[in-house]
């Protein structure tokens, strides 16, 4: 009879890209897109493009199968030394073609399916194209990518975890009311703000963790004025960026005398947990519904 560490001396010796060679075989899956991604086997020279992604494939364990990043990623640390293949001006074909991937993984975001999809399909390299527009679509990119990575089993464990987490943080929160929320994810030149619309994944972190969307009227883009923050005047103001940038805000005319400020109801959140849509953002989740919602036998 093989003992526990006779077969594990056998795996090391296999190797467990024999492994995977030995099982696999194509993987069809469907992207955001609708499109038909045909993969000849899991993948294992993966490009990542947008910070999201690249969290997305390493949360399932696979950073070392990651090959190239996009300039503005910054987490995990173990992927920063990675080739990067665009950032703010586009995205270079030959520079994801140099990495000699065999599956590249984008977000309709900054022209980069528009650059990448089509010149990629043309030389056969498979492209899966993903959308986080609710943290429920996270979810289903997390299992997506455990299934063209080969490892399904991966990203059901690590999606029914987090999901997990979410439903803890929805349970103690039923039936209790939800204040009114407001989150500013930036501020431009021309004075006014960015905020968190309806029907975006951040606004579906910030309802999971027990708020409701404070504006007055749902705007069509994430750019409204600061007047109409203040005519609002929500229960809670929140600011995804640093201390001092709320206190000097906070301390403006009109913004001083807002409600959430003069009850002390104005709190900053990691830009990284509700901006950047992946495995942190409940992390983000769970950390909101504790100021939103504290639990007082704590």
Avoid: C, K
């Avoid at 300039?71 to 173990?78: G, N």
């Avoid at 464990?157 to 929160?173: F, G, H, K, M």
């Avoid at 000097?248 to 830009?271: I, K, N, Y």
């Amino acid at each position: 009879m093989l003992t526990l560490g006779v077969l594990a001396a056998l795996a090391a010796a296999i190797g467990p890209a024999t492994i995977g060679q030995a099982r696999a075989g194509p993987i069809v899956l469907t992207d955001a897109f609708g499109r038909t991604v045909t993969l000849p086997g899991p993948a294992r020279r993966i490009v990542t493009i947008f910070a999201s992604n690249t969290e997305m494939v390493a949360a399932l364990g696979l950073a070392d199968r990651i090959v190239g990043i996009e300039a503005y990623t910054r987490f995990p640390p173990e992927v920063l030394d990675r080739p990067l293949v665009g950032g703010r001006l586009g995205f270079s074909v030959d520079a994801v073609v140099a990495r000699d991937p065999d599956l590249v993984v984008v977000t309709p975001s900054r022209q980069a399916a528009h650059q990448l999809v089509d010149p990629m399909e043309r030389i056969g390299v498979p492209v899966l194209v993903l959308m986080q527009r609710t943290v429920a679509e996270v979810m289903a990119n997390i299992r997506l990518l455990g299934r063209a990575a080969g490892v399904p089993a991966a990203g059901e464990a690590v999606a029914a975890r987090l999901e997990a987490r979410i439903s803890r943080v929805t349970d103690r929160l039923n039936d209790r009311p939800r204040p009114r929320v407001i989150m500013i994810t930036g501020r431009l030149g021309n004075g006014l703000v960015l905020v968190a619309r309806p029907n975006t994944y951040t606004a579906d972190a910030v309802a999971l963790a027990g708020g409701r969307f404070g504006l007055d009227q749902s705007p069509t883009l994430s750019q409204v004025s600061p007047e109409a923050v203040l005519r609002a005047d929500p229960d809670v103001l929140l600011f995804a960026g640093r201390a001092e940038d709320l206190a000097e805000l906070s301390a403006r005319a009109g913004w001083r005398d807002m409600r959430a400020v003069r009850t002390g109801r104005a709190f900053t959140v990691p830009r990284a947990e509700f901006l950047i849509p992946g495995p942190r953002t409940v992390d983000g989740i769970e950390r909101l519904a504790a100021v939103l919602h504290p639990d007082p036998a704590r």
